[in-house]
């Protein structure tokens, strides 16, 4: 028999115990009874207060004492007097309408994995303090007849135990904002409605789109992607809807990428980069499930889940006229995906690194090297990555980070976010493996350079006037300074041009962004081989 999660209660008052006891009889509850539960069912319940936490001391009371609670649902206004309350806000009244989020900015400082749920009779939250303390769901609860208790049940088992997919190639990681994003993403994956990722460059929204949401949709047809930034912008309509004989010069009669996705999934890179006659086409084709080819009056239905992603503010983009406004309410931003780069969740970067290296590991010339140094190690080909000191039973090669690299990979900013790290990480192993099969050594054991780590890890410098060779004029040495300037910039801020353009240039980044991107063209700068120079993986 599945066992049902145990509940803190914290409310100033009973009205919500109550409310849970009798609607959620099922549930266990953390009281300050020292009884065993359930509560439901127990012989002292008749005349019992239910007691449950009142106050912030009451709380981290239980939370000690009990380490099987598994969600706290929390009170957000407490009328309770001055020398209970939390210190937030400046008035007794202020500090009891916010005394809920001081006690969540508390739980998070001492128990940064604890579900929360707030809960209130509100309908206007605070929601810049929702987003910075992480809150998991919220339930607006005015009273039993109003109270939606399968609602809340479910809320509460979707905020414990997340449904994911058990053979994810994903790492969702223990951050409070990617197990949220999992909720969510798992729970709209399976809508007919469309999707947005957001997310800095190398943040994964990728991956997420083709290793989970996918095959979460349960839809029978192929996962097709398409990076609409590497099209040129005169063949992006062919590319999806396709073409019909004749209908340019060299045009054949073929199925575009919207027809290839038909019952599956089509995965729009870089939707900001969409002209605006573009954007027009694809809101007809999001609105009606029909494509047309060109050169063709035909119109054929297509039946297919749009996820769209973007490194780019679209807000700001309509604000800007750059972006359609009716296009973006198609996408659904209210419920978007924000992933977070890799800076904000260095919990994970050790999960991140395994997960990543073992997909590259994946391929066949770097199997090959693996599998040749295990066989004259004697130890299974598989690699395990660790950090010297750490206890492991692992029968494979071990490849082990010394305590000052972790250090510094954990003080790095992580500016290219996932891209960077499977770069740095492969290069680590790589580089330490085909050394152990030069020196025809046969330890199992295989530490990684210290001094290679310093150089991935250090940032990208400038290029210094004594390394540029002379030139015939004045002109060409300041172009090849501005080149290796701009491609050192690049690197930096991860090959994101809004970045670019906020650090280079004042004013509007939206619009200095295409300026900065133009300019890279111009100098002969092409990001596909900086990306493939720092075997950067594009479908990461």
């Known amino acids: 028999m599945k066992v049902r999660p145990k509940l803190l209660v914290v409310d100033d008052q009973s009205r919500y115990i109550e409310l849970c006891h009798a609607l959620l009889p099922h549930y266990r509850y953390a009281t300050l009874c020292q009884l065993p539960g359930p509560c439901a069912g127990c012989s002292k319940r008749e005349g019992c207060e239910l007691t449950h936490a009142h106050d912030a001391a009451e709380v981290f009371s239980a939370l000690s004492r009990d380490e099987e609670i598994d969600v706290v649902l929390l009170d957000l206004r407490f009328e309770l007097p001055e020398e209970r309350l939390l210190p937030r806000g400046r008035s007794l009244k202020e500090r009891q309408a916010q005394q809920g989020l001081a006690i969540l900015e508390k739980i998070r400082a001492r128990y940064p994995a604890m579900p929360v749920i707030l809960m209130t009779s509100e309908s206007a939250l605070p929601e810049e303090d929702l987003r910075r303390l992480e809150v998991d769901e919220y339930a607006i609860m005015a009273g039993e007849d109003a109270f939606d208790a399968r609602a809340l049940g479910l809320l509460i088992d979707q905020v414990v135990r997340p449904s994911g997919l058990s053979d994810s190639r994903y790492v969702f990681g223990t951050s409070r904002s990617m197990q949220r994003l999992q909720r969510h993403g798992l729970a709209l994956a399976r809508t007919s409605l469309p999707m947005l990722l957001l997310g800095e460059t190398g943040t994964g929204k990728s991956a997420l789109a083709r290793d989970v949401l996918h095959p979460a949709s349960q839809r029978k047809g192929a996962f097709v992607a398409v990076d609409v930034s590497a099209i040129p912008e005169n063949l992006v309509a062919a590319e999806l809807f396709g073409t019909a004989p004749g209908a340019f010069s060299g045009a054949v009669g073929r199925a575009g990428r919207f027809e290839e996705a038909d019952a599956g999934t089509l995965f729009l890179?870089?939707?900001?980069?969409?002209?605006?006659?573009?954007?027009?086409?694809?809101?007809?084709?999001?609105?009606?499930?029909?494509?047309?080819?060109?050169?063709?009056?035909?119109?054929?239905?297509?039946?297919?889940?749009?996820?769209a992603a973007t490194h780019a503010d679209l807000a700001a983009e309509v604000r800007a006229g750059r972006f359609r406004a009716d296009l973006l309410a198609r996408l659904n931003p209210a419920a978007a995906l924000s992933l977070p780069p890799l800076r904000e969740r260095k919990q994970d970067l050790l999960l991140l690194a395994r997960k990543l290296l073992k997909r590259r590991l994946e391929r066949a010339g770097d199997r090959a090297l693996l599998q040749e140094y295990a066989a004259r190690a004697r130890v299974l080909p598989e690699a395990n990555l660790e950090v010297a000191g750490e206890s492991t039973s692992s029968e494979g090669l071990r490849f082990v980070l010394s305590p000052r690299t972790f250090a510094q990979m954990n003080a790095h900013d992580w500016p290219g976010n996932l891209r960077e790290l499977e770069n740095a990480i492969t290069t680590l192993v790589l580089v330490g493996l085909a050394a152990a099969l030069r020196d025809e050594t046969e330890s199992p054991i295989?530490?990684?350079?210290?001094?290679?780590?310093?150089?991935?890890?250090?940032?990208?410098?400038?290029?210094?006037?004594?390394?540029?060779?002379?030139?015939?004029r004045l002109r060409d040495l300041s172009t090849l300074l501005e080149r290796?300037?701009?491609?050192?910039?690049?690197?930096e801020c991860g090959g994101d041009f809004e970045k670019m353009a906020k650090r280079l240039l004042k004013g509007e980044s939206g619009e200095n962004a295409r300026r900065v991107r133009t300019r890279f063209n111009q100098l002969g700068l092409r990001a596909r081989e900086l990306k493939a120079q720092q075997s950067l993986d594009d479908s990461e």
């Open 484 to 491: 290796e300037f701009l491609r050192n910039v690049y690197f």
């Open 446 to 472: 295989i530490p990684l350079p210290e001094r290679l780590a310093d150089e991935l890890l250090r940032p990208v410098s400038g290029t210094s006037a004594s390394e540029i060779p002379p030139q015939d």
């Open 269 to 307: 890179d870089e939707i900001g980069n969409l002209s605006l006659s573009m954007q027009r086409l694809l809101l007809l084709a999001l609105q009606s499930g029909e494509v047309t080819r060109l050169g063709e009056n035909r119109s054929r239905s297509v039946d297919v889940k749009v996820i």
